[in-house]
């Protein structure tokens, strides 16, 4: 059977990454996920402490994000499916950037998120080939195209 690659991108203050992993694996299906760096202090850092600091935030900033890039421009180009979370808490605009180049590249995308950001979010939900409120639904869609079983 074929292991399907699927990128978990979107909010990092909530368990909805944790909750598709274990769905998906309490039903065995093959499944591999990958993710950007979940961790944000190292996320913002990793630019600078590796490459050297910046007095000026734009160029601190802009060495962390091409350094992510690497990682996410590989990981998303390798996978099978896109999935991608916003929460209402903060303004994802890497998520909504993830979104678009899953897009732009012909991934399948899943969009995830609460029906109160349905507005702001149109545009990627036009995107997406499916658009869920939970994790859950996210373990039922890969099931489905998994396996190609219903469950009525």
């Not at 890497?94 to 012909?106: H, I, K, Q, W």
């Given at each position: 059977?074929?292991?399907?690659?699927?990128?978990?991108?979107?909010?990092?203050?909530?368990?909805?990454?944790?909750?598709?992993?274990?769905?998906?694996?309490?039903?065995?299906?093959?499944?591999?996920?990958?993710?950007?760096?979940?961790?944000?202090?190292?996320?913002?850092?990793?630019?600078?402490?590796?490459?050297?600091?910046?007095?000026?935030?734009?160029?601190?900033?802009?060495?962390?994000?091409?350094?992510?890039?690497?990682?996410?421009?590989?990981?998303?180009?390798?996978?099978?499916?896109?999935?991608?979370?916003?929460?209402?808490?903060?303004?994802?605009?890497?998520?909504?950037?993830?979104?678009?180049?899953?897009?732009?590249?012909?991934?399948?995308?899943?969009?995830?998120?609460?029906?109160?950001?349905?507005?702001?979010?149109?545009?990627?939900?036009?995107?997406?080939?499916?658009?869920?409120?939970?994790?859950?639904?996210?373990?039922?869609?890969?099931?489905?195209?998994?396996?190609?079983?219903?469950?009525r």
């Open positions: 059977m074929t292991t399907w690659r699927v990128y978990l991108s979107g909010e990092i203050h909530t368990d909805w990454r944790d909750r598709i992993m274990e769905g998906t694996s309490a039903l065995k299906l093959p499944v591999e996920f990958s993710s950007p760096v979940t961790d944000h202090d190292a996320s913002d850092d990793c630019g600078a402490t590796i490459l050297g600091g910046e007095d000026n935030k734009f160029w601190y900033d802009h060495k962390g994000a091409k350094v992510n890039a690497i990682r996410t421009r590989t990981l998303l180009e390798k996978a099978d499916i896109v999935v991608v979370r916003f929460g209402d808490k903060y303004k994802q605009w890497n998520a909504a950037f993830d979104a678009g180049y899953a897009a732009a590249l012909g991934k399948s995308l899943i969009v995830v998120h609460d029906p109160s950001l349905t507005h702001p979010l149109k545009e990627v939900d036009a995107a997406a080939l499916a658009v869920a409120e939970t994790s859950e639904q996210v373990v039922d869609i890969l099931k489905y195209v998994i396996l190609g079983k219903l469950d």
